[in-house]
């Protein structure tokens, strides 16, 4: 005869914390506590350097006031003012062709770059990774500075290379048809860096075994990127959309440096009004009451750019 050896399931062990329900929320307590003295920071800051600020900025915008006198109420005036300163809106406007000039080409190159990058060997990968972000960490300002030479009319470089096919010399800073056009070029250079490198950093979290799927299927670069590479970069290149979105219609410094907004006013983008405004006009209010308008066609353009773009992943 046989015999059979009953196997029995192995042991479960109780959680103390499951039987004591008491312990149980003295533990939630204190590891709460703990979490909210480590935010105790963060969010002090962000209350004193962001939301208050924000508020006060708020109610400055509903008063006629300026350094020299105590605040009175205006009630919706200052924004009735900017809302009919024909400045104001073409400001915005401007800007809007800025972000045209500047965000497509940017995410085209950066994508094209990023193909490069994670084709190629990891040492080549990471020479090719820091020559596109070096741009990055040099200032605005030189980089308008160097920008304003290359553009010089009578010295520039830009000016020398096409006079060696015989074109004469182009005022590319003190002509309105291409003074936009100008900026936009170091604007796009600045911003490419961090751009590529995000989408370096997406493209190498896609599997693998999708491309070879597709390659076993004889697809070619053209279709793996339009059937792969871009569904499965979706959030992300939604999220390059906005941010380049919004850091184009902010651009400052380099109208500042390079023209000051001229000529014309062709390079007077939405930031660079609202600190002229403010440094001439001793009244702030109207100031306020543009900053706080240019946030809602921030917000407005941004909410609508996710409502159009789908931000979920495909996976099919």
């Known amino acids: ?32 506590k703990l979490a909210y003295l480590m ?40 924004f009735v003012n900017v809302l009919t300163d024909p400045l104001f809106s073409d400001a915005i406007v401007r800007g809007l062709k800025f972000v045209l000039m500047t965000v497509p080409i940017m995410l085209v190159l950066a994508f094209l770059f ?6 190629v060997g990891k040492k080549f990968a990471t020479v090719l990774k820091v020559s596109i972000y070096l741009p990055t960490i040099i200032s605005t300002v030189i980089t308008s500075i160097i920008f304003t030479i290359i553009y010089d009319y009578s010295g520039g470089l830009l000016n020398w290379l096409i006079g060696l096919f015989g074109l004469d010399a182009i005022p590319w800073l ?60 979706k959030n992300v290149l939604l999220y390059l959309l906005v941010t380049d979105f919004v850091a184009s219609l902010q651009q400052y410094e380099l109208p500042l440096v390079m023209t000051n907004g001229g000529p014309l006013d062709s390079t ?9 405004h403010f440094r001439g006009d001793p009244t702030v209010g109207y100031s306020i009451a543009a900053a706080l308008l240019l946030f809602v066609v921030l917000g407005a353009i941004s909410a609508v750019i996710f409502r159009v773009v789908s931000s979920e992943k495909s996976v099919d």
């Open 1 to 32: 005869m046989t015999s059979m050896t009953s196997i029995s399931p192995p042991a479960t062990t109780a959680d103390p914390l499951a039987e004591n329900p008491a312990r149980h929320r003295r533990f939630r307590y204190r590891y709460a």
């Open 39 to 78: 935010l105790a920071p963060a969010v002090v800051l962000l209350g004193i350097f962001v939301i208050w600020p924000a508020i006060y900025a708020i109610y400055l915008s509903f008063q006629d006031w300026s350094f020299y006198k105590a605040p009175s109420f205006v009630g919706f005036q200052n």
């Open 114 to 119: 990023s193909c490069l990058v994670v084709s």
């Open 174 to 233: 003190g002509d309105p048809k291409y003074a936009l056009k100008a900026i936009a070029i170091p604007a796009i250079w600045l911003g490419m860096g961090l751009t590529s490198l995000i989408m370096v950093s997406a493209m190498v979290d896609i599997p693998e075994e999708f491309y070879e799927a597709a390659s076993m299927e004889g697809a070619n670069w053209w279709k793996k990127t339009i059937y792969i590479t871009i569904p499965q970069m």
């Open 268 to 276: 007077m983008l939405p930031n660079l009004f609202i600190f002229s």
